[in-house]
């Protein structure tokens, strides 16, 4: 099944125009959400608009959208005006410049889109595409669309085009409000740590390896709830035990084994120090004394 196209535009750049259509990236049965029901009946409680001024619900035919320019004073548009604030923005992907695919953070990264070809589109739209992955390149450009114009970064996937809607400057808060002490890395220690991210290093990111086991969880015992069953709550995992020596820490992490999804399983040759308070000795550190 096709994917449906949330919306259109153009991606511009010089002289060139390429009509294209937006996507979502994203898959709705992702999250799991819970209805607020009545108590009594369990019937799905429907949401209301409760004036505080005059004490009454409001029904929805007769709200209006207004713009508050100042504390508690609002100035009013009706349907037509909000359409024509819609139509303002044209929606055209304007490239700006073009910048190395590293250049930009991850951390100015928010909601992405895939971009598509639209009719008559796609001799140059597979020209862009090409001309990103030989450059090593992606462009930055302004989106315009909902009233606002966005900052975004088209990059090259596969044979497509992603258009990353990315943060402006004021929305990204700066490392510097991060508390973070000064302090010496001991090159022994580096050394292990280094030996660690080669054992767990792999040269591609293959994301069909990894899954949502908590929502699969979730969704289990949602279903046994439905066949009558009572949910009974399971204890949590023990922590694990925690190693004071950072170097033992190291070393005891070297002595795992990767497991499926980069995940390591421990090796019980040589169990690692507990720290002093810790609960009892395994049975297996009992019989080694």
């Known amino acids: 099944m096709s994917a449906r196209a949330m919306s259109s535009g153009t991606v511009s750049f010089g002289l060139v125009s390429i009509p294209v259509k937006l996507y979502s990236t994203g898959e709705s049965k992702a999250g799991i959400s819970f209805n607020m029901l009545h108590g009594k009946c369990h019937s799905r409680l429907k949401q209301q608009y409760i004036c505080p001024k005059d004490n009454e619900i409001v029904p929805r035919d007769q709200t209006v959208k207004g713009y508050e320019f100042s504390k508690d004073q609002y100035v009013v548009f009706n349907e037509e005006e909000l359409k024509a604030l819609e139509e303002a923005t044209s929606k055209a992907i304007e490239i700006s410049e073009f910048v190395p695919a590293a250049a930009v953070d991850p951390i100015y990264y928010d909601t992405a889109y895939f971009l598509g070809p639209d009719k008559g589109g796609d001799r140059a739209y597979r020209l862009l595409v090409a001309a990103m992955k030989m450059t ?46 000064d302090g010496e890395v001991k090159e022994p220690e580096l050394k292990l740590a280094t030996q660690f991210v080669s054992q767990l290093s792999t040269d591609a990111f293959h994301p069909e390896k990894y899954e949502d086991k908590v929502r699969k969880k979730i969704e289990a015992l949602i279903q046994s709830k439905v066949e009558g069953n009572n949910i009974t709550l399971m204890a949590p995992e023990e922590p694990k035990a925690q190693i004071i020596d950072l170097m033992e820490a190291l070393k005891a992490s070297l002595g795992q084994k990767p497991s499926e999804g980069g995940k390591a399983e421990s090796d019980e040759r040589k169990p690692p120090k507990r720290a002093r308070g810790d609960a009892e000795a395994s049975p297996k550190k009992k019989a080694a004394k």
Not at 169 to 175: A, Y
Request: overall charge positive.
């Open 136 to 181: 090593g390149q992606c462009a930055l450009a302004k989106y315009a669309a909902r009233g606002k114009q966005y900052l975004v970064l088209v990059r090259p996937l596969g044979k497509a085009l992603v258009m990353q809607q990315l943060r402006y400057p004021d929305e990204v808060r700066s490392i510097d409000e991060i508390p973070i002490e």
